[in-house]
Nanobody, 126 residues
Framework: QVQLVESMGGLVQAGGSLRLSCKASGNTFSNYVAGWFRQAPGKERRFVAA????????YYADSVKGRFTVSRDNAKNTVYLQMNNLKPDDTAVYYC???????????????????WGQGTQVTVSS
């Protein structure tokens, strides 16, 4: 597995943007698919976005399509989540994830990813 450390989240106004980054260590990052989950207060943790080993394929939850972009830089062992046009409903703790297995067809599940970051808080004010 890899160890994952997310950047600080933050407080932004609705309509604003924020970029999260997540740095991996401990193994060859290009051997891992990566992605993001989030957990809003009082709700279950949910899939946000995922990216294949080389970055050639990306996957998004319907709720963030067209607003969020996942990318990676394997030379820097880092995966990013660019969040634009943020909404109060995007308020959550965001978790970076990684796993050597291919991303499943359909909505990825928590159990598909063996490595998890500690989580970072993103708060969107209205």
């Amino acid at each position: 597995q890899v160890q994952l450390v997310e950047s600080m989240g933050g407080l932004v106004q609705a309509g604003g943007s924020l970029r999260l980054s997540c740095k991996a260590s401990g193994n060859t990052f290009s051997n891992y698919v990566a992605g993001w989950f989030r957990q809003a207060p009082g709700k279950e943790r949910r899939f946000v976005a995922a990216i294949s080993w080389t970055g050639g394929r990306t996957y998004y939850a319907d709720s963030v399509k067209g607003r969020f972009t996942v990318s990676r830089d394997n030379a820097k062992n880092t995966v990013y989540l660019q969040m634009n046009n943020l909404k109060p409903d995007d308020t959550a703790v965001y978790y970076c994830v990684a796993d050597p297995r291919a991303i499943r067809v359909g909505v990825p599940r928590e159990t598909d990813f063996g490595s998890w970051g500690q989580g970072t808080q993103v708060t969107v004010s209205s």
